[in-house]
Protein backbone atom coordinates (compact mmCIF):
# COMPACT_ATOMS: atom_id res chain seq x y z
CA UNK A 1 0.00 0.00 0.00
CA UNK A 2 1.75 3.35 -0.79
CA UNK A 3 1.96 6.22 1.54
CA UNK A 4 2.53 10.02 1.34
CA UNK A 5 4.29 11.97 3.89
CA UNK A 6 4.91 15.48 3.63
CA UNK A 7 6.96 17.29 5.17
CA UNK A 8 8.47 21.05 5.43
CA UNK A 9 5.33 23.18 6.67
CA UNK A 10 5.66 25.78 9.21
CA UNK A 11 5.39 29.81 10.33
CA UNK A 12 6.96 32.05 7.92
CA UNK A 13 6.48 35.78 7.97
CA UNK A 14 4.93 37.50 4.56
CA UNK A 15 7.49 37.59 1.88
CA UNK A 16 9.07 34.52 3.11
CA UNK A 17 9.99 31.19 1.84
CA UNK A 18 9.04 27.69 1.92
CA UNK A 19 10.00 24.23 0.52
CA UNK A 20 7.57 21.35 0.74
CA UNK A 21 8.43 18.00 0.24
CA UNK A 22 6.15 14.80 -0.56
CA UNK A 23 7.59 11.25 0.07
CA UNK A 24 5.95 8.40 -1.30
CA UNK A 25 6.80 4.83 -0.01
CA UNK A 26 5.06 1.57 -1.13
CA UNK A 27 5.21 -0.28 -4.63
CA UNK A 28 4.66 2.48 -7.62
CA UNK A 29 4.58 0.97 -11.02
CA UNK A 30 3.91 4.16 -12.95
CA UNK A 31 2.72 7.88 -11.78
CA UNK A 32 0.22 9.39 -13.44
CA UNK A 33 0.04 12.98 -11.77
CA UNK A 34 1.79 14.58 -8.88
CA UNK A 35 0.15 17.58 -7.37
CA UNK A 36 -0.55 19.62 -4.39
CA UNK A 37 -3.36 20.70 -2.84
CA UNK A 38 -4.10 23.27 0.05
CA UNK A 39 -7.38 23.96 2.05
CA UNK A 40 -7.50 26.56 4.44
CA UNK A 41 -10.42 26.95 7.05
CA UNK A 42 -13.87 27.32 5.67
CA UNK A 43 -12.92 26.77 2.47
CA UNK A 44 -12.92 23.77 -0.35
CA UNK A 45 -9.76 21.87 -1.02
CA UNK A 46 -7.93 23.37 -3.96
CA UNK A 47 -5.18 22.76 -6.83
CA UNK A 48 -1.98 24.80 -6.28
CA UNK A 49 0.12 23.03 -8.90
CA UNK A 50 0.39 19.75 -10.29
CA UNK A 51 3.00 17.86 -12.71
CA UNK A 52 2.46 14.99 -14.81
CA UNK A 53 4.34 11.70 -16.22
CA UNK A 54 5.83 13.72 -18.98
CA UNK A 55 6.90 16.64 -16.84
CA UNK A 56 4.13 19.48 -17.17
CA UNK A 57 3.31 21.37 -14.86
CA UNK A 58 0.15 23.40 -13.97
CA UNK A 59 -0.44 26.66 -11.52
CA UNK A 60 -3.57 28.14 -10.00
CA UNK A 61 -3.71 31.42 -11.14
CA UNK A 62 -2.69 32.54 -6.93
CA UNK A 63 0.34 31.07 -7.07
CA UNK A 64 1.57 31.70 -10.15
CA UNK A 65 5.19 33.08 -10.36
CA UNK A 66 5.31 32.26 -6.76
CA UNK A 67 5.26 28.74 -6.28
CA UNK A 68 7.32 25.81 -8.69
CA UNK A 69 6.60 22.50 -8.50
CA UNK A 70 9.06 19.84 -9.28
CA UNK A 71 9.94 15.85 -8.78
CA UNK A 72 12.71 13.63 -8.58
CA UNK A 73 11.30 10.59 -10.42
CA UNK A 74 14.02 7.97 -8.77
CA UNK A 75 12.79 8.68 -5.63
CA UNK A 76 8.96 9.44 -6.17
CA UNK A 77 8.89 12.49 -4.76
CA UNK A 78 7.13 16.07 -5.14
CA UNK A 79 8.39 19.16 -4.03
CA UNK A 80 6.72 23.18 -3.69
CA UNK A 81 9.08 25.43 -3.46
CA UNK A 82 7.08 28.73 -2.43
CA UNK A 83 8.64 31.98 -2.28
CA UNK A 84 6.74 35.62 -1.85
CA UNK A 85 4.48 34.01 0.98
CA UNK A 86 1.33 36.15 1.34
CA UNK A 87 -1.40 35.61 4.53
CA UNK A 88 -3.71 34.37 2.68
CA UNK A 89 -1.34 31.22 1.20
CA UNK A 90 -2.12 29.54 4.81
CA UNK A 91 -3.66 26.33 4.37
CA UNK A 92 -3.02 22.84 5.12
CA UNK A 93 -1.20 21.69 2.18
CA UNK A 94 -1.45 17.78 0.64
CA UNK A 95 -0.18 15.74 -1.81
CA UNK A 96 -2.13 13.26 -3.78
CA UNK A 97 -0.66 10.58 -6.50
CA UNK A 98 -2.45 9.25 -9.47
CA UNK A 99 -0.78 6.12 -10.16
CA UNK A 100 -0.29 2.92 -11.94
CA UNK A 101 0.06 -0.31 -9.64
CA UNK A 102 1.98 -3.14 -10.64
CA UNK A 103 -1.14 -5.35 -12.06
CA UNK A 104 -2.09 -1.52 -13.61
CA UNK A 105 -4.83 -0.58 -11.94
CA UNK A 106 -5.39 2.66 -11.34
CA UNK A 107 -4.79 4.26 -8.18
CA UNK A 108 -5.00 7.63 -5.74
CA UNK A 109 -3.55 8.00 -2.67
CA UNK A 110 -2.87 11.43 -0.64
CA UNK A 111 -0.71 12.50 2.09
CA UNK A 112 -1.96 13.78 5.54
CA UNK A 113 -1.05 17.19 5.03
CA UNK A 114 1.49 19.68 6.30
CA UNK A 115 0.31 23.42 7.92
CA UNK A 116 1.88 26.73 6.17
CA UNK A 117 0.82 29.35 8.06
CA UNK A 118 1.96 33.05 6.64
CA UNK A 119 1.63 35.60 9.35
CA UNK A 120 3.86 38.27 10.78
Known amino acids: QVQLVESGGGLVQPGGSLRLSCAASGSIASIITMAWYRQSPGNQRELVAD???????DYADSVKGRFTVSRDTAKNTLYLQMSSLKPEDTAVYYC??????????????WGQGTLVTVSS
Open 51 to 57: ITERGST
Open 96 to 109: NYSYHDYLYRYNEV
